[in-house]
T-cell receptor, first 112, second 112 residues
Framework: SQKIEQNSEALNIQEGKTATLTCNYT??????LQWYRQDPGRGPVFLLL?????KEKRKERLKVTFDTTLKQSLFHITASQPADSATYLC???????????FGTGTKLQVIP | DVKVTQSSRYLVKRTGEKVFLECVQD?????MFWYRQDPGLGLRLIYF???????EKGDIPEGYSVSREKKERFSLILESASTNQTSMYLC???????????FGSGTQLSVL
């Protein structure tokens, strides 16, 4: 069956360091992989999308990589700040009329 | 700015009641989605719709139905609410490509 795995444990990191979050998937062939941020009591907010033919995508302090051989995406936040503390969700998406399914998310805590 | 509006932020209902959760988007999006989110289980897709009067089952449709009579509105219906349907319900919409989902703020439903 299809499975999306993210670090189940919370990730604590010192301010200024780089946070790296992992998204692994099985029995999927995503055409895209989406990353979202979710704050407590709010809906997720879209951050970045990477396509299957892209190895890396950057947006300001965010970087996403996508390895279709390893079936893995890595999400990096450089120079992390306490305001980056949130839960981050990945969603591998096959494309077309397929459903959009999310991982359980990784809670990131940036410590001042 | 784009907006997905859910009718209630908090809702308390009794077991056996019929419950309607309403979602309206102002972006002329073709696709609309209903998810529920529970601690440790992440976002789970209940139903989605890619056009007016069209609907597709997600991963956990049992106990739910949906209605999409107009493009901007997608309703989730709990025919006979049960305590295991206590959850945060999130509505989302996207354009045809589904490359980016826009979420509402969520409805925290408690069934007593």
């Amino acid at each position: 069956s299809q499975k999306i795995e993210q670090n189940s444990e919370a990730l604590n990191i010192q301010e200024g360091k780089t946070a790296t979050l992992t998204c692994n998937y099985t029995n999927y062939s995503p055409a895209y992989l989406q990353w979202y941020r979710q704050d407590p009591g709010r809906g997720p907010v879209f951050l970045l999308l990477i396509r299957e033919n892209e190895k890396e995508k950057r947006k300001e302090r965010l970087k996403v990589t996508f390895d279709t051989t390893l079936k893995q995406s890595l999400f990096h936040i450089t120079a992390s700040q306490p305001a980056d503390s949130a839960t981050y969700l990945c969603a591998p998406y096959p494309g077309g009329y397929q459903k959009v399914t999310f991982g359980t998310g990784t809670k990131l805590q940036v410590i001042p | 700015d784009v907006k997905v509006t859910q009718s209630s932020r908090y809702l308390v209902k009794r077991t056996g009641e019929k419950v309607f959760l309403e979602c309206v988007q102002d972006m002329d999006h073709e696709n609309m989605f209903w998810y529920r989110q529970d601690p440790g289980l992440g976002l789970r897709l209940i139903y989605f719709s890619y056009d007016v009067k069209m609907k597709e089952k997600g991963d956990i449709p049992e106990g739910y139905s949906v209605s999409r009579e107009k493009k901007e509105r997608f309703s989730l219906i709990l025919e006979s609410a049960s305590t295991n349907q206590t959850s945060m319900y999130l509505c989302a919409s996207s354009s045809t490509g589904r490359e980016k989902l826009f979420f509402g703020s969520g409805t925290q439903l408690s069934v007593l």
